[in-house]
Structure formats: C-alpha cells, structure tokens
C-alpha cells in the first residue's frame, strides 16, 4: 500500500490540525494504521493508531499517554483515508509525522511499541511544527 500524508503545518501552543494518511491505489481494508512522530534527535516514537479488520479487531485504536485525551483517530467509511485529529498541541508535540500500515494487524500498544517493524509500508512524513 502506498501512503501520502499531509497536513502538517505550523500551530500556536494550543491549536489544532488534522493529519491525513492516504492509501493510494488500495484501501485500509483488514489493515492496522498506525501513526508515529520523530522529533529532532530523539527516537521515533509511537502515538496511535485503529486497526479495521472484522471481529475483535474493527475499530480498536490504540493512543500513546502523551497524546490521550487530545488526539483522535478515524478512518472515512471508504476506507482509504485515515485521519489524526490534534487538538491541545504543545511544543513537544513538534515532529516529523508519518503513518504506517499492515493488513491482517490489530491494533494495540505492543505492535506500536515493540514491534513496529511489523508495518511494511510507510509514507514519507508530514511536519508538524507548534510554536509561538
């Protein structure tokens, strides 16, 4: 699957942007999405993501502790498009964003954490900068 990002941009502490990640040629159909940020000399870092397979794994979504409670993740009902909503940024959410994805994955904490090599396909990144 091929993914483009897009929507980063700069932002005020306490402003708002939507990530998008889009398939290209495919759909997110039966996949794991995930998003992970990398900021400038630090280490990339896992932040959510929503898995779309059928049974146990349809809609489970996965958010870091850093994030919950001011992002969401969606998909639209094509299923081509996955979507972060940022609410609240800080300056540490400063990153270079991008999204991943897998099929037949579901979503949780452990593969975004621990074996994120799992995702075989990854986009090029979209930045987000908040600053004043």
């Known amino acids: 699957v091929q993914l483009v990002e897009s929507g980063g941009n700069l932002v005020h502490p306490g402003g708002s942007l939507r990530l998008s990640c889009a398939a290209r040629?495919?759909?997110?159909?039966?996949?794991?999405i995930g998003w992970f940020r990398q900021a400038p000399g630090k280490e990339r870092e896992a932040v959510s993501c929503?898995?779309?397979?059928?049974?146990?794994?349809?809609?489970?979504?996965y958010y870091a502790d850093s994030v919950k409670g001011r992002f969401t993740i969606s998909i639209n009902d094509d299923k081509d498009t996955v979507y972060l909503q940022m609410d609240s940024l800080k300056p540490e959410d400063t990153a270079l964003y991008t999204c991943?994805?897998?099929?037949?994955?579901?979503?949780?904490?452990?593969?975004?954490?621990?074996?994120?090599?799992?995702?075989?396909?990854w986009g090029q990144g979209t930045q987000v900068t908040v600053s004043s």
């Open positions: 040629k495919s759909t997110f159909d039966d996949h794991a």
């Open positions: 991943a994805t897998e099929e037949f994955y579901i979503c949780s904490g452990y593969i975004m954490n621990q074996t994120p090599t799992v995702f075989s396909s």
């Open positions: 929503i898995s779309t397979g059928r049974g146990p794994g349809l809609g489970r979504t």
